[in-house]
């Protein structure tokens, strides 16, 4: 019972490089979410999918863009990275219970 | 808009204590209610959660939490922790009919001593 995979794990890129995050969950699930976690701040949302081919902008969506082409997946990409987009990622999943993921520590140097 | 306070930024606790952990939210509409557990490197795992109904809820772990409308609280409660319990705790709400998206608080670090 895999739940929700992110992959990679880590990654150290350069600024200006870009990278997509993977998200694959196995629960069927229709709403899919992903968060970025930084010290003191808590969770805070990103993008969020309702639906296979649908997105819609969280609360610190800037720098990022969300696909949703799958059901079962839903990809974060940085198109040019910033230092400022080191963080933990997690996406989600779920209704009335958000299944997360392992997580996603990215450092951008 | 709605937001979530947790006022703890750390909470250390002697094993076998009874420790609570605040969280207060703000919104005007009706909301469900989660917490949520973080152990070090790992994703988040949910503790309990409110919906409806009662307002005292039981989670996993032998912790619970009740729900005071009042108030716009939703205090996470065990009356004896033990040292696995050290962990980062999340309280989040999402408001209903809201496609679902939580909006955590800023997380309270227990940390229990032996």
């Known amino acids: 019972n895999a739940g929700v995979t992110q992959t990679p794990k880590f990654r150290v890129l350069k600024t200006g490089q870009s990278m997509t995050l993977l998200c694959a969950q196995d629960?069927?699930?229709?709403?899919m979410y992903w968060y970025r976690q930084d010290p003191g701040m808590g969770l805070r949302l990103i993008h969020y999918?309702?639906?296979?081919?649908?997105?819609a902008k969280g609360e610190v969506p800037d720098g990022y863009n969300v696909s949703r082409l799958k059901k079962q997946n839903f990809l974060l990409g940085l198109e040019s990275a910033a230092p400022s987009q080191t963080s933990v990622y997690f996406c989600?999943?779920?209704?009335?219970?958000?299944?997360f993921g392992q997580g996603t520590r990215l450092t951008v140097v | 808009a709605q937001s979530v306070t947790q006022l703890d930024s750390q909470v250390p606790v002697f094993e076998e204590a009874p420790v609570e952990l605040r969280c207060n939210y703000s919104?005007?509409?009706?909301?469900?209610l989660f917490w949520y557990v973080q152990y070090p490197n790992q994703g988040l795992q949910l503790l309990l959660k409110?919906?409806?109904?009662?307002?005292l809820v039981k989670g996993i772990n032998g912790f619970e939490a009740e729900f005071n409308k009042s108030q716009t609280s939703f205090h996470l409660r065990k009356p004896s922790v033990h040292i696995s319990d050290t962990a980062e705790y999340f309280c989040?709400?999402?408001?209903?009919?809201?496609?679902?998206?939580?909006?955590f608080g800023s997380g309270t670090r227990l940390l229990v001593r032996p």
């Open positions: 989600a999943s779920g209704v009335t219970e958000a299944f």
């Open positions: 629960m069927n699930h229709e709403y």
């Open positions: 999918s309702v639906g296979e081919g649908t997105t």
């Open positions: 919104s005007s509409v009706s909301v469900y």
């Open positions: 409110y919906l409806s109904g009662s307002t």
């Open positions: 989040a709400v999402s408001e209903v009919d809201s496609s679902y998206k939580l909006i």
